[in-house]
């Protein structure tokens, strides 16, 4: 079975402090996602990634970088952390580069408090 | 630009009863695939679908199928028999040339 695993399930940090969020897979995935889910919004793509140092804007990745460095780890940086980054973020993977037809594989969540 | 649009945020059913979700979507592209994913309270999503938009035939696993409109732009997830086990927030999924997800439906299974 695929496995992604996130390093944290509950964060919390205070409000300027620059976070990292880790998202590791084992199925030699080329694509890694990280989204953000909120109450009546569904899940946003915050950046997305088809390769080793390879990443793509999603729709939201105003605050966020990401790196890729290695091809089963996908890093979310906060920069500098802000109240309305409060939320759950999803990390994902999938197979092929560049296509999406595939099913996602999705991690457990990080639940991430800025206060 | 791409959407999906999940209508009914909330929805519950009767144990054994039979439930349909709702989905729809917007796109000017051809060629396209379509997703329903499940996330249980606390767990993780899980694909429970998928239908390639060029085939005609609705999909269907086990317990779960859908009614796949592509003139209407329409994606609906039907579940039978419904369990306990099915109650999740249920997403809906576009893929062109990025990944799009609905806002989900809140589905509740009453003993």
């Known amino acids: 079975d695929v496995k992604v695993t996130q390093s944290s399930r509950y964060l919390v940090k205070r409000t300027g402090e620059k976070v990292f969020l880790e998202c590791v897979q084992d199925?030699?995935?080329?694509?890694m996602f990280w989204y953000r889910q909120d109450p009546g919004l569904g899940l946003r793509l915050i950046y997305f990634?088809?390769?080793?140092?390879?990443?793509e804007k999603g729709d939201i990745p105003e605050g966020y970088s990401v790196s890729r460095e290695k091809k089963e780890r996908f890093s979310l940086i906060l920069e500098s952390a802000s109240t309305n980054q409060t939320s759950m973020y999803l990390c994902?993977?999938?197979?092929?580069?560049?296509?999406?037809?595939?099913?996602?594989?999705f991690g457990p969540g990080t639940r991430l408090t800025v206060t | 630009a791409q959407t999906v649009t999940q209508s009914q945020p909330e929805m519950s059913v009767q144990e054994a009863e039979t439930v349909t979700l709702s989905c729809t979507y917007d796109?000017?592209?051809?060629?396209?695939?379509l997703f329903w994913y499940k996330q249980p309270p606390s767990r993780q999503m899980i694909l429970v679908i998928r239908?390639?938009?060029?085939?005609?035939q609705n999909a269907t696993e086990n317990r779960f199928s859908v009614n796949f409109q592509k003139a209407a732009k329409s994606f609906s997830l039907k579940i039978s028999d419904s369990q306990l086990g099915d109650t999740a927030m249920y997403f809906c999924?576009?893929?062109?040339?990025?990944?799009?997800f609905g806002t989900g439906t809140s589905l509740t299974v009453i003993p």
């Open positions: 999924a576009f893929t062109g040339n990025q990944f799009y």
């Open positions: 796109t000017s592209e051809s060629n396209y695939y």
């Open positions: 239908q390639e938009a060029y085939k005609q």
């Open positions: 990634s088809y390769d080793v140092k390879m990443k």
């Open positions: 199925m030699d995935h080329e694509n």
């Open positions: 994902a993977s999938s197979l092929e580069e560049g296509h999406f037809s595939y099913e996602q594989y």
